[in-house]
C-alpha cells in the first residue's frame, strides 16, 4: 500500500501564501491530484498534474495555486498564494483521475485573520 504524507498546513491570513508536499513512494508514475475538503461539503478537486508536468487546475484557484511535482523526490506540491478564507480545509493528495482508494491523512489549512 502505497503511503500517502501530506504537509505544511497552517493557520494564514487572507492574502497570505503556503506551500504544501506530498510524499509517497512511485509518485512518478502517476498523474497526482490536489484534493480538499472543508467543513460539511464534498471533497474537491484542485489541482492535477502529470508525469510529465502537465497541469490542471480548478477554476477557483487558477491563476493563485500552482501544482509542481519533484519525481527524484517523489514529491508533489501544491504553492497557494492570495489566499481566501474559502480555501479553508483539509488538503489530500491521491492519484488521479482514479485514487489509490484510500486517503492519507492530510494537511488542515486555515485561512483567517
Known amino acids: 500500500q502505497v503511503q500517502l504524507v501530506e504537509s505544511g498546513g497552517d493557520l494564514v491570513q487572507p492574502g497570505g501564501s503556503l506551500r504544501l508536499a506530498c510524499a509517497a513512494s512511485i509518485f512518478r508514475v502517476y498523474a497526482i491530484g490536489w484534493y480538499r475538503q472543508a467543513p460539511g461539503k464534498q471533497r474537491e478537486m484542485v489541482a492535477t498534474?502529470?508525469?510529465?508536468?502537465?497541469?490542471n487546475y480548478a477554476y477557483s484557484v487558477k491563476g493563485r495555486f500552482t501544482i509542481s511535482r519533484d519525481n527524484d523526490k517523489n514529491t508533489v506540491y501544491l504553492q497557494m498564494m492570495s489566499m481566501k478564507p474559502e480555501a479553508t480545509a483539509v488538503y489530500y493528495c491521491n492519484r488521479f483521475p482514479t485514487t489509490f482508494g484510500y486517503w492519507g491523512q492530510g494537511t488542515q489549512v486555515t485561512v483567517s485573520s
Open positions: 498534474i502529470t508525469p510529465g508536468g502537465s497541469t
